[in-house]
């Protein structure tokens, strides 16, 4: 279904709810492994992307239409990962090797998430990142998504989210082969 069309659903209140389950079925998945890829957890990952939606249904009415409704997604769900990982380390006053420590154990004890060894390694090497240079990475490696197109998302410019990437890729080659 067209954005415009979906738009029109949404915005009219006797088929706002059907707008609305059209849209969670249309993006869901893909919100769900955006988020899942930063919090790592599953359960968090789940619940995250609920607040996400509810928050997507409560304001779609601000949506000016000036993006694409992907980009408009994707920009609430990166924005809430972004505030949950830093509410994460300010609640358990954790310095932020501990808070790896903990996702890293999460990487290695969760059933769902299958991988050889150096998935294992590169997952641990990500969760080495600062948060905005994960966040870069999983968009531009594991998305494909274009620069400009991350560009509209965390509202950062083309040249800050290529040396971003760059950095990271480096960060995560020194990861790897040394350790």
Same mark, same amino acid.
């Given at each position: %279904?067209?954005?415009?069309?979906?738009?029109?659903? !949404?915005?009219?209140?006797?088929?706002?709810?059907? +707008?609305?389950?059209?849209?969670?079925?249309?993006? @869901?998945?893909?919100?769900?492994?955006?988020?899942r890829? %930063?919090?790592?957890?599953?359960?968090?990952?789940?619940?995250?992307? /609920?607040?996400?939606?509810?928050?997507?249904h409560?304001?779609?009415d601000?949506f000016?239409?000036?993006? /694409? !409704?992907?980009?408009?997604?994707?920009?609430?769900?990166?924005?809430?990962?972004?505030?949950f #990982? /830093?509410?994460?380390?300010?609640?358990?006053?954790?310095?932020? +090797?501990?808070?790896?420590?903990? !996702?890293?154990?999460?990487l @290695?004890?969760?059933? +769902?998430l299958?991988?050889?060894?150096? @998935?294992?390694? #590169?997952?641990?090497?990500?969760?080495?990142?600062?948060?905005?240079?994960? !966040?870069?990475?999983? %968009?531009?490696?594991?998305?494909? %998504?274009?620069?400009?197109?991350?560009?509209?998302i965390?509202?950062?410019s083309?040249?800050?989210?290529?040396?971003?990437?760059h950095?990271?890729?480096?960060?995560?080659?020194?990861?790897?082969?040394?350790?």
């Amino acid at each position: %279904m067209e954005d415009k069309e979906l738009l029109s659903k !949404l915005r009219n209140p006797e088929t706002r709810n059907y +707008g609305f389950n059209l849209l969670v079925r249309e993006y @869901q998945k893909r919100v769900y492994w955006h988020v899942r890829k %930063m919090v790592v957890d599953h359960d968090d990952a789940d619940d995250l992307t /609920q607040e996400i939606f509810i928050k997507i249904h409560r304001h779609i009415d601000r949506f000016r239409e000036d993006a /694409q !409704l992907f980009t408009w997604i994707y920009r609430i769900a990166t924005n809430e990962c972004l505030s949950f #990982l /830093q509410r994460k380390k300010r609640r358990f006053f954790l310095p932020i +090797g501990d808070v790896e420590a903990e !996702l890293s154990d999460k990487l @290695q004890n969760t059933p +769902g998430l299958s991988g050889d060894e150096i @998935q294992l390694k #590169l997952q641990k090497a990500l969760l080495k990142l600062p948060d905005k240079q994960r !966040l870069v990475f999983n %968009m531009k490696y594991f998305d494909d %998504m274009p620069y400009e197109q991350i560009s509209e998302i965390t509202d950062t410019s083309v040249g800050a989210l290529k040396a971003s990437y760059h950095h990271a890729v480096k960060k995560i080659e020194d990861f790897l082969t040394n350790d």
